[in-house]
């Protein structure tokens, strides 16, 4: 193989997931969608966290922090669901641009 | 080059998979005729990549093969570590492995073709939804997982794709879901062998636990060491290692006393490991108590009861048992011959009666699975493996004949109704005879000339015998067993033997007899690496040996019933006559099976087997008696296991080379005389066999057999009532108990909250002071009046607005300190 | 081989990723996510994070999208309805993203890291290592995690029942 992988290659594809995670949130109008968008940014989140303990930590701390956020993620998900079954039950949709009824 | 062949088989699995793929998500819009295509163009493929492979593999000599073997076997890729045990992907490559891939590739690209013309008429859309390439893409699935399965170098992929092919199964079986019977059929199949899944997860916890390797390979190697070392110490529990240490049932239930604590000996432990590992296997192979299962699998389509509930999946069974047969200890391989041979009894006897052409094959599917898994269990394995390959061939092309039947006749399955096919449809009339030759066991005694169930299972017969007869010598003590080794006995059974201690260190465990014997090396090879403890068998009893026996008559009675009933004979029912008629798409593959079915039985399966029977010899109780053993002899040593001991063959073995002449007179004509009672009861029509069964022991005996000798209801009654009566209980405990806690701790709680509510946070009544609620709002009347009406105006209440906002906001600042 | 596994399975991770942006129908951006996580996982295991990695496969891909495919069929009457953003704010976002990647991008390639970036340091650790780690160091944020999950189970439950 011509490029030895190193650390910069997981961060750089990092950066890629977590910026098409953040177009996934700004362009999606399905709330689960956007749902999608935070999963991809969180994972983002994880390759580098996993990448540094490999890489440049050398120890397990990486491994704990990306347990955590996957279970945050987990929660995080299902409280988002619950929300949007809400919203579905309130609104007859799923547009996040129909619920604007906080705005100013 | 040197990896070629794995390459090739590893690419040949991977081809269906790229199938299903295509048919699952694509299949739709390709449509009815063509997606068919791409199924049997990729199961072709693998055919071809598999008999190149064959065709490679048999031109190589003993040491090219097990060159290749051991480069496999070094060429896995590492996967990942499952604590200390490592997860290797792999291909198990050797002459067993090679004939299994090219025998289900070969069946199975038949049985494709065959579905092209079947099902034309029977994939009717439910819902607006076509199923025809659906069926195609389970067909392909189907195909990959059993592929996986059979190259599989470790047990764990062997469980996935195991699992993966239960699915399969329960997908085809169900695959007219819109009917009921059907989707039951489906559930009761896949329920049925979670069971037995259930005990290969624990089979396989076992080796995880003791061998620490999930590789065949290795799990074989460790599980011999630790058997020699343990049995050199006696298998005395404490001096014994890893399986073979035994449970200490004082520390765990507090049995014995701590001084003299009860021990479950270690053997115990090692047969429970084979006892799981042979539970998925009688799931899958659908071993008694776990048959009930596959009669019902016949509702689904008909080359799928070909492919998977006769030639193939349910082979797995039998396959998996030849891949662990070194990890069986003695008493689990007896407690294997004993499911097989209660099997192979009471399903032949259902066969009898049963009306339904398919239930008729289906039990005698049953019957012989029986036959392989009794064959694996009195340690024939090459013959059992033998008869797993001639079976697949034959009964793929029954089942094909009965499916050109019950296409033929609008989908009657009743042979009462039928009857005088021959001149309607000759083609299936006589593959379909051939098929029942070749199951019947046709063959010339004492000649060499036969079919495929000739051979093959008289082999496993002469096995039996064996063990049940020329055993007794062995069984007292090991001296004896030496002795008669010494005497050139027929004791051939025996693999010797441990020659460091001549102490004769005895001991039994159920009626078994293990010896570390002794012996001057001179009848083993007796090099000190090559130092093994063998152990004579368990005494087969005599039942054991006769039951097959009788089996072996009962078998061509059944077979040639269903045929003579079908085609022979004249038309009982006009209607169904009228229609009958044959389609070339489907009795091409009939005809090439059956000459697959000839070919096979005489040249190309045999000594392929017989060679991969050099590395099943290094079980701790083998048997080498298969009729070939001057061919095992010969093997190279295999190189994975230094320690592993040639076959030792004694002389007495000379005169059972043939199995046809040491039991000729016994079995040599049982085709004759089965087929030829059936004959007699059946040649003019039903009415004779009416009046039999009006006679009054034989009406009892016949509705017992037509009820399948009520195992659904004693299932029903007992697992099912009995679940629910456990059901009823916890739902009781779960309504009083369990909820009166939760609703009390509610009823507390919610008395708390009133009052810390009503007097701290939020007043509901008149006197109630709501601390929090008054400083909150006044904090918030404060932050309306003042912040509110500036912050407000951005605010668009949309989430997505502010997701751009923030981003570009991080992004612009990040770029800002950048730059 | 490593590095080849990397290529691949990062390739599988961004196309995925990319398919779910692309793709206007939620059904196939859940799909596409699969990939996306499946491709992460495979990423753990050339980590040699083999805990993470199975987390990953349980948690996310077993877990979490099952739950995002019942939203899906349950807050739509046709999954297969797309809602899509006007082309003002698609060319909005596209470039924020755009900014985002290149900046972040730019950071972590510049950034000079405390000690040599292209050589693993040290056999990542195993699994009973990163449990022990859990149970000992990471105890009390390991506690927090089980409760936070009951407070959440709780009021998913309650905020998804129907009024009635």
């Not at chain 2, 599989?152 to 079986?173: A, D, K, N, Q, T």
């Not at chain 2, 010969?634 to 994975?640: A, F, G």
């Not at chain 3, 019942?70 to 976002?93: D, E």
């Amino acid at each position: 193989m011509i490029l030895a992988v190193g650390l910069n290659h997981y961060l750089v594809l990092s950066a890629l997931i977590f910026s098409l995670g953040v177009l996934c949130m700004a362009t999606k109008r399905n709330a689960i969608g956007i749902l999608i968008g935070v999963e991809l940014v969180l994972n983002a989140a994880n390759i580098n966290l996993v990448a540094f303990s490999k890489y440049n930590a050398g120890v397990g701390d990486g491994h704990i922090f990306a347990v955590f956020v996957i279970l945050l993620a987990a929660a995080e998900a299902a409280l988002a669901i619950a929300i949007f079954m809400n919203f579905y039950n309130t609104l007859r949709t799923i547009d996040v641009d129909r619920g604007d009824e906080l705005r100013g | 080059m040197n990896h070629m062949y794995e390459n090739l088989l590893a690419l040949g699995v991977l081809i269906p998979l790229i199938s299903f793929a295509i048919l699952a998500f694509w299949g739709a819009k390709i449509g009815k005729p063509k997606s068919s295509y791409i199924a049997c163009a990729a199961i072709g493929l693998s055919c071809i990549m598999a008999t190149y492979v064959l065709i490679g593999w048999s031109g190589l000599d003993a040491d090219q093969k097990a060159d290749l073997t051991f480069a496999a076997a070094n060429n896995q890729f590492h996967w990942a570590d499952f604590g200390k045990i490592p997860l290797t992907v792999g291909v198990k490559l050797d002459s067993l492995t090679v004939i299994m891939f090219f025998m289900v590739t070969f069946i199975a690209f038949w049985i494709h073709f065959f579905s092209v013309g079947y099902m034309e008429g029977h994939s009717d859309e439910v819902d607006g939804q076509c199923k025809y390439h659906r069926f195609f893409a389970y067909l392909s699935l189907f195909c990959f997982s059993m592929l996986g399965l059979v190259i599989s170098s470790s047990l764990l992929f062997m469980f996935i794709f195991w699992e993966l092919v239960g699915l399969c199964s329960y997908l085809l079986i169900g695959f007219y879901f819109d009917k009921k019977f059907a989707s039951d059929a489906s559930m009761k199949a896949f329920i049925t062998n979670r069971v037995g899944d259930f005990g290969f997860i624990v089979g396989l916890a076992l080796v995880a636990l003791y061998l620490g390797t999930f590789d065949l390979e290795q799990a074989a190697a460790t599980f011999s060491q630790q058997f020699s070392a343990s049995a050199a110490a006696g298998f005395d529990p404490a001096h014994s290692v890893g399986i073979f240490k035994g449970w200490n049932l004082y520390e765990m239930f507090g049995w014995g006393t701590e001084t003299d604590p009860m021990m479950l000996s270690g053997l115990g432990v090692a047969t429970l490991m084979g006892i799981g590992l042979f539970c998925g296997a009688m799931g899958k192979s659908a071993q008694f108590p776990l048959h009930v299962w596959l009669p019902d699998a016949m509702a689904g389509p008909t080359p799928v009861s070909a492919l998977i509930h006769a030639a193939t999946m349910v082979a797995a069974g039998v396959y998996l048992v030849a891949r662990v047969f070194r990890l069986l200890t003695p008493e689990a391989q007896f407690f294997v011959a004993v499911i097989g041979c209660i099997t192979l009894t009471i399903t032949a006897l259902i066969a009898i009666v049963q009306n339904d052409i398919k239930k008729v094959l289906a039990y005698s599917t049953l019957s012989q699975l029986g036959y392989m898994i009794f064959g694996m269990g009195v340690g024939a394995w090459v013959a059992a493996l033998f008869h797993l390959m001639t079976h697949a061939f034959f009964k793929a092309m029954l089942f094909l004949g009965s499916g050109q039947v019950i296409e033929g006749c609008h989908h009657e399955q009743n042979i009462m109704k039928m009857g005088g096919l021959r001149k309607k449809m000759p083609f299936t009339c006589w593959t379909f005879f051939i098929g029942v030759l070749a199951i019947a066991g046709f063959g010339i005694p004492f000649a060499h000339i036969g079919l495929g169930g000739y051979f093959s299972k008289d082999e496993i017969l002469v096995v039996a015998y064996e063990r049940a007869y020329n055993h007794s010598h062995g069984e007292s003590s090991a001296k004896h067993a030496g002795e008669n080794l010494e005497k050139k006995d027929a004791e051939s059974h025996v693999r010797l033997a441990s020659m460091t201690d001549a102490s004769l260190s005895q001991f039994s465990i159920l009626n078994s007899t293990l010896a570390a014997s002794g012996g001057d090396g001179s009848h083993a090879h007796g090099t000190p690496e090559k130092e093994k403890i063998g152990a004579t068998l368990p005494h087969l009893p005599k039942w054991m040996f006769w039951l097959p026996i009788v089996i072996a008559y009962v078998t061509p009675f059944y077979m040639m019933r269903c045929w003579w009933l079908t085609f022979m004979g004249k038309p009982r029912d006009e209607h169904v006559y009228e229609h009958a008629h044959e389609n070339w798409k489907m009795f091409v593959p009939l005809v090439v099976l059956a000459a697959g079915t000839f070919w096979c039985s005489f040249s190309l399966f045999r000594p392929m087997i017989a060679e991969a029977g050099g590395v099943a010899a290094d079980a701790p109780a083998v048997v080498a008696i298969d009729g070939v053993a001057e061919e095992l002899k010969d093997l190279p040593k295999n190189k994975l296991d230094p320690t592993m001991l040639m076959v030792t063959h004694g002389e007495g073995l000379t005169n059972f080379n043939n199995p046809h002449i040491a039991l000729g007179w016994i079995v040599g004509f049982a085709w004759i005389i089965g087929m030829g009672f059936a004959w007699l009861i059946y040649r003019n029509g039903v009415a004779v066999a009416r009046q039999i069964k009006q006679v009054f022991p034989l009406n009892h005996l016949h509705r017992w057999l037509e009820q399948k000798l009520y195992f659904d209801h004693i299932y029903d009654n007992m697992l099912v009532m009995g679940s629910r009566v456990v059901g009823t209980v916890c739902y009781t405990f779960d309504k009083w108990i369990v909820d009166g806690l939760v609703n009390l701790t509610g009823i507390l709680t919610r008395f708390l909250g009133n009052f810390t509510g009503r007097q701290l946070d939020m007043p509901v009544k008149k006197n109630d002071f709501g601390l929090v609620d008054a400083i909150a709002n006044g904090l918030a009347a404060l932050f309306h009046d003042f912040f509110g009406s500036i912050i407000r105006r951005p605010q668009s209440g949309r989430i997505r607005s502010y997701v751009i906002l923030t981003a570009g906001t991080a992004a612009v600042v990040l770029l800002l300190v950048l730059f | 081989m490593d590095d080849l596994a990397f290529y691949i399975f990062a390739a599988v991770s961004l196309l995925s990723a990319i398919g779910i942006v692309a793709s206007s129908n939620i059904v196939r951006s859940a799909v596409c996510l699969l990939g996306t996580l499946g491709g992460v996982a495979c990423l753990y295991f050339v980590l040699d994070a083999n805990l993470l990695a199975v987390i990953q496969l349980i948690v996310y891909a077993g877990g979490t999208l099952v739950l995002m495919v019942f939203g899906i069929m349950l807050t739509s009457k046709s999954p297969w309805v797309g809602f899509r953003a006007t082309r003002g704010q698609v060319a909005g976002a596209v470039l924020v993203a755009i900014l985002m990647a290149v900046g972040i991008s730019t950071l972590v390639l510049t950034a000079e890291w405390s000690q040599s970036a292209n050589a693993p340091l040290k056999t990542s650790p195993s699994v009973a290592e990163v449990g022990e780690m859990l149970l000992t160091d990471y105890l009390v944020p390991f506690e927090v995690a089980s409760v936070l999950l009951l407070v959440v189970m709780i009021g998913a439950a309650y905020l998804a029942r129907t009024e009635k």
